[in-house]
């Protein structure tokens, strides 16, 4: 019945997954008992991590804090293990179990086995020894932050991560290009609106960092819109997708997308990449708007052409009783 | 009683004047025209006020007043100011270069670019070392077009720099918070008409600061038995792929979310309408956030269920579900 904890960390390194939740199940089959037994206790935690790059200079030793708590009322035993940082696109990342080749015997955590109070909170201090051939850039570490449950029949567990970016200063080869991507010239929709993202991607060898500023202007909106979206990071290779949109109450509208993101090309200049789109925004409904607008013209133009051609027929008697009056009306004012 | 000729006169002398009022004001605001223009919403701030501290990061942010192709933005600063300026973050302008000379921080678009009035912009140095005389120091903060000509300016509140005055930095750090109501169950199952679907409710709740959001992904290890060895399919591949009908035989998930509306936080695809997914051997993303929850958690209640027919050998089934939730740099 008991689905062991250790087990589970076994098969989670097997997984390669790492950061967040465990959760043992049983399930009994031809077994006379309840339907649903009581759920157990829960164990919630948080890690706090440092907000920005850690400096770090090879061949020295970075350090920094990691806040972990127990946001339960029971005491908590916690273990902290460092792994390594799998860096997707977009700015996801994964944990993967083991340390990264890297810095393997060169992270020390204080303590890496805490005893936590309900509702309290421990710093926990990291050290890193940096090798001394590491090339100026931005480097991950990752820290798993696992309770753990001793219990007779089922284990729970609660692992959460934390990020730690380390940065080596010198010179960097940062490059980025960027582009359109899912917003055609022409949008022919029922929606009001056309959507795509603009993808950025690292192309030189060091992480970038970049801001983007978004200009939006056109027919029928009167004034021009601008967003900025904050600094991320980039790793080298990989993309970042920001979603931009255009949208026209009317159904129909021209639009030019301004798009310049700046990186730090080096510590005393920045690089720029600009962009430029035009949008035009249809809904079909116009197709049918036009011809029905002809049509209507057409109509009017031929009944008031048969409405002229019919009062000729009438006034064709008393034609010669106006002239005599018009020029009657001539000499008076004369 | 005027004469016409007098009349004339009079209407004769009146525009004139009328015609004279007219060119001094179009005199008078052409000549505005060419005058600098006010930059609104200034500030500037450091990140360290005392004396000679070494590494501290100025900030500046203004709107500008006038429309114009801008070249260089310059930004006095207390004399004896010194270091390496290096750019931190520019919001709002092009790429450009820094340079500190004659207390002026000058940074100097490459590509001058037209910029509309009333935009915000952001400028931050890293590197400087703070001057070494106590007091109190405003920013004159100049935008210039192609010349060099001054198109907007405008001054700064005050900083003030001392040797007994307190530097205070407070650095929020990202936190993470990652909760589950129900971290065990037990469910007891048979074949029989009467009892061959169960299921749970899981809340898993995630709370963060984290500026670009995080992800939440899900896998686990399979529910099997070992003797006989079987394992009680899943319902589909994974989030990506749902299922509306479930079937008589499988183990899967549906899941409902219930946010606070600001961090963008999604389901997968295949979770949309209630329909049940899998959990995939590897880790695959059940939900994803693109910015900080703020002050209400993203919480996810999924309904683990199975269901067994007499084609499942009885016996006691495990599985390890693994949620991973991970903060997105």
Known sequence: MLGPMWTRRHAKGLLGSATGLGLALTVLVSTPSPAQAAPGPSADLFVTSPPDPIPATPGTVASTTLTVGNLGHDPLDVNIITESVQLLDNGHTRLVAGPDPRFVGRVSIVPNHLTLAGRSERQVQVSVNLPKGLKPDDYFLGFLISPVINSPSVAVVNDIGGLVVLSVPGPRDRKLTAKYIGLPWLHISLSTSASGIIRATSVGTSTVQFSTTIETNGWPSPKSSYRTVPAHLLPPGLTRDIPVSVSSWLGLGWYTIHTTLVYDRTDQSTGEVALSRTVIVLNPFWFLVVPAVILFWMWRRRRSRRTRSRGRHRAGHSRSANVKDQSRVRISVG | ?329
């Open chain 2, 1 to 329: 009683m005027s004469s016409p000729r007098n009349r004339r006169r009079r209407w004769l002398s009146s525009s004139i004047a009328a015609l004279l009022l007219v060119a001094g004001f179009i005199g008078l605001t052409s000549s505005q025209a060419f005058a600098a223009g006010t930059l609104t919403n200034l500030s500037w701030s450091v990140n360290n006020s005392q004396t000679s501290k070494t590494a501290v990061t100025y900030s500046f942010a203004f709107k500008t007043a006038t429309a114009a192709t801008l070249t260089a933005v310059t930004m006095t600063v207390p004399a004896g100011t010194a270091g390496t300026v290096a750019v931190g973050t520019v919001y709002g302008l092009g790429a450009g270069t820094v340079a500190l000379a004659a207390n002026t921080i000058t940074y100097t678009v490459t590509t001058p670019v037209a910029v509309a009035a009333n935009i915000a912009i952001y400028l931050s140095f890293t590197g400087l070392t703070n001057t070494s005389t106590a007091g109190s120091y405003t920013s004159v903060i100049t935008t210039q077009k192609s010349g060099p000509t001054t198109v907007d300016t405008g001054t700064t509140a005050a900083v003030t720099f001392g040797s007994s005055s307190t530097g205070v930095t407070v650095k929020v750090g990202q936190t993470l918070t990652f909760t589950n109501s129900t971290p065990s169950f037990s469910l007891a199952v048979d074949p029989s008409m009467l009892n061959n679907l169960q299921s749970q409710a899981v809340v898993l709740t995630v709370q963060t600061n984290a500026a670009s959001g995080y992800t939440l992904a899900a896998s686990d290890t399979g529910l099997s038995v070992s003797s006989p060895a079987f394992t009680i399919p899943a319902v589909s591949s994974g989030p990506a792929t749902g299922v509306a009908t479930f079937p008589t035989s499988g183990w899967g998930a549906s899941a409902t979310l219930t946010t606070g509306g600001t961090d963008g936080a999604a389901l997968a695809a295949g979770l949309s309408g209630a329909k049940f997914v899998g959990y995939p051997s590897s880790p695959a993303n059940f939900l994803t956030a693109t910015g900080p929850t703020g002050a209400t958690a993203d919480t996810l209640t999924l309904t683990d269920q199975v269901g067994v027919d007499y084609t499942v050998p009885d016996g006691t089934y495990t599985d390890t579900i693994t949620y991973v939730a991970t903060p997105t740099f």
